[in-house]
């Protein structure tokens, strides 16, 4: 029997998937607002994390958003220090779970993004 090859999309994703990250990724689960700015008005969704590193994080998302979408993301952790309102870029969407990579920053806001994932490295040991 023989077996039709993997498409190539197939092999880069599989290898893709055992490559190093850049950034660790702190697993974390707290609520959140994303803002969408839309023809119609702007749409406000909610979501919850999954995940929180220097460059983005990874969430469940209750609403539609579109990939390559830039939004505006509330996320207020009770004992962390990220407080601002965060422009990203919905960077992947696969049912409800979305990849957002954070644009733009300010320094206040890399610093406080920065002393997050700082705090959560060290309640993860």
């Not at 509330?74 to 990849?99: D, L, M, W």
Request: proline content about 4%; overall charge positive; aromatic content about 12%.
């Amino acid at each position: 029997m023989r077996f039709a090859p993997l498409p190539s999309i197939f092999c880069i994703v599989v290898y893709n998937c055992h490559l190093k990250r850049r950034f660790p990724r702190y697993q974390v689960e707290v609520p959140f607002r994303v803002t969408a700015q839309r023809l119609q008005g702007d749409a406000v969704l909610w979501g919850r994390t999954l995940n929180f590193c220097e460059v983005g994080l990874g969430a469940a998302i209750e609403g539609e958003l579109s990939t390559n979408e830039f939004v505006s993301l509330r996320v207020k952790f009770s004992q962390y220090p990220v407080t601002s309102e965060i422009r990203a870029n919905v960077r992947y969407r696969q049912g409800r779970i979305c990849g957002f990579q954070f644009v733009n920053l300010s320094a206040l806001q890399l610093a406080e993004v920065r002393a997050c994932c700082r705090r959560l490295a060290e309640l993860s040991e």
